[in-house]
């Protein structure tokens, strides 16, 4: 299996840009969680699904972030209207049911001017 | 999920067995311990969990105290590749509320 994989990898952008970073699950996990990693915060678990429902997003820092699964072999999140301080590498990690061995991707670095 | 207590930092030389602690005190139970580990650049990797036994895999084992409120990952033979941020998490993979909370870990720097 490929594992999970996330794109893209860098992404630089300017303030008030639309940011849109996606993940493709490893096949037949049904649990996919997106987080984030800052020096000042570490890593923050933002939302998660299962069986392509949003379970819990209480992490998803403000409205301006969303996150999407249409079907169990894709993901999205979107940041609109990205913010400098938006800027840090984002995961995607996907799992067979709720369990805890979690497969994460390479990340995406994003850096917002 | 319980809290989790780890040293900051550790050394260890190549070859050599590194011994990483971790303390939960608090952990119910039901919770699982829980072992990851970040090479830098790169996205966390379980390592190895365990609820009361000791367990042991290709890549660690996990030697958890009698009552619970301790645990020691154990790399038998360190490499340079070993170097990376380990995290210890106490987790109830059957609770309702499913979030793995990264601490902040402990950075092993495997010496040559």
């Known amino acids: 299996d490929a594992g999970v994989i996330q794109s893209p990898r860098h992404e630089v952008t300017e303030m008030g840009q639309e940011v849109t970073l996606r993940c493709k699950p490893i096949?037949?996990?049904?649990?996919l969680f997106w987080y984030r990693q800052t020096m000042m915060r570490g890593l923050e678990l933002l939302i998660y699904?299962?069986?392509?429902?949003?379970?819990?997003d209480s992490g998803m820092p403000e409205d301006r972030f969303s996150a999407k699964m249409p079907n169990a072999s894709f993901s999205t999140l979107k940041i609109q209207p990205s913010e400098p301080r938006d800027s840090a590498v984002y995961f995607c990690?996907?799992?067979?049911?709720?369990?805890?061995?979690?497969?994460f991707g390479e990340g995406s670095r994003l850096t917002v001017l | 999920d319980a809290k989790t207590t780890q040293p900051t930092s550790m050394d260890c030389a190549e070859g050599r067995a590194a011994n990483l602690p971790c303390n939960h005190s608090?952990?119910?139970?039901?919770?699982?311990v829980y072992w990851y580990r970040q090479i830098h650049s790169q996205g966390p990797q379980y390592i190895i969990h365990?609820?009361?036994n000791n367990e042991t895999n290709e890549m660690a084992s996990l030697i958890i105290t009698e009552d619970r409120k301790s645990s020691t990952l154990i790399l038998p033979h360190a490499t340079l590749r070993d170097t990376a941020v380990y995290y210890c998490?106490?987790?109830?993979?059957?609770?309702?509320?499913?979030?793995?909370?990264f601490g902040k870990g402990t950075l092993l720097t495997v010496n040559p």
């Open positions: 990690a996907s799992s067979l049911l709720e369990l805890g061995e979690l497969f």
């Open positions: 096949s037949g996990h049904n649990s």
């Open positions: 699904f299962n069986n392509n429902v949003p379970i819990d």
């Open positions: 608090t952990i119910s139970g039901n919770e699982y």
């Open positions: 365990g609820l009361k």
């Open positions: 998490i106490a987790f109830n993979s059957g609770g309702s509320n499913y979030k793995l909370t």
